[in-house]
């Protein structure tokens, strides 16, 4: 049995807070001020509810063209965290939810943030980190059934591409939270970092931006296509065609999301599949920019991102709905959005290469997108890929030499 527990979680003690894509000036200077929780159970517009309650608390994104005046203030109010899940997305473009959550996390959490001036004391060591086997939500052979099925759907029409993702669970004891900031640290991680609740923990080693706005300018950087980080793995990616057609196509769905909240006729496509390293994996990343239109508040942007065109398929109500006809287990923390709610700034990371903690014990999720050309054994072979380094650094008991 797991030896963390919801009402264990608040006597542990106190961890500096580092959650993903908090300003790096910040860092280690941190503490909660309030905060709000969703689930389904609670009825509402969770898209406005999150923009009210970050209004409410000193953060109002009514018109993402026009920033907080005051901009960041290092003795004061510093941002928010913001997490969405997979479930919570589909929630928000009105798709299905898919399988059950096999977690015990809200599917939506706001943390606002201050500074202090000292990290928080902690006497004791955290309590000694041995987590237990992987259990599988489905077999390889389950697996490779669920791509030869949405291959049959694209065949018929009914879809172009469908992202397929699995799930894995692991017993523990001690504290999770050491383990999962060890994971936030992995090479490449642009969204690395851990974020708590009563019971549950997050830690993202997440490459890929969902959506970011800077300076009136809204980014998205859809990753697909992946390989191992040889040489010859390089040159294989850049030369098949089924992965830069993959990739292209995503790119279209998330031009297209973008041009729901972008000024007219301002999408643009930068950087066009380049290669980018992962760990020990090359992926393929495009830039998709837009300047943000007058008026846009932030329940209106994350209807239109959520969730990632990336972790879904195209088009992405038909593919949400093939997901959850085939995903056995539900996609919990992963595949959603994790990141910061700036004064004069939003960034919210996929949380692709994701984990997470709560009474039930460990989970970590991996997938991918397929397409008609898609290996059903090949499919299988780069979802253990993507997890393998994940499952790595929580299962390490000494910290892991990381390379430069």
Known sequence: ????????????PQMVADPPAAPTACHGRLTERARWQWRPTDGGDPAALTEAFLAAHGLPLHDLARPHPTGHDPDGLCGAAL?????????????PTGAPNPTDLPEIAVVVYGHHDTPPDRTDPPAPWRPGPWTESW?????????????EAIRAGDVYQVNLVGHARATYTG???PALARLGRLPGARYGGVLTGPGWAIG????????????????????????????????ELLTSAKERAEHIMIVDLERNDLARVAATGTVQVDDLFAVRRWCDLWQAE????????????L?????????????????????LHHIAALEPVGRGASMGALGWVGTDHIDLGLTIRTAAADHTGLHVWAGGGITWDSDPDAE?????AKTAPVRAALHATQPIALPT
């Open 83 to 95: 997490y969405i899940s997979a479930a919570a997305g589909a929630h928000l473009t009105g798709g």
């Open 1 to 12: 049995m797991s030896g963390y527990r919801p009402d264990v979680v608040e006597a542990l």
């Open 204 to 235: 993202c080693a997440s490459p890929e931006t969902l959506i970011e706005l800077r300076h009136g300018t809204l980014t998205t950087r859809p990753i697909k296509g992946t390989r191992p980080a040889t040489a010859a793995g390089r040159t």
């Open 299 to 319: 329940a209106d942007l994350l209807r239109a991102v959520c969730p990632g065109g990336s972790v879904t398929g195209a088009p992405k109500l038909a593919a």
């Open 175 to 177: 504290d999770p939270r």
């Open 380 to 384: 299988v072979a780069e979802a253990a």
């Open 139 to 151: 077999t390889p052979h389950q697996h490779a059934t669920a791509v030869t099925a949405v291959r």
């Open 286 to 297: 495009s830039t998709v920019r837009a300047q943000v239109a007058d008026g846009l508040g």
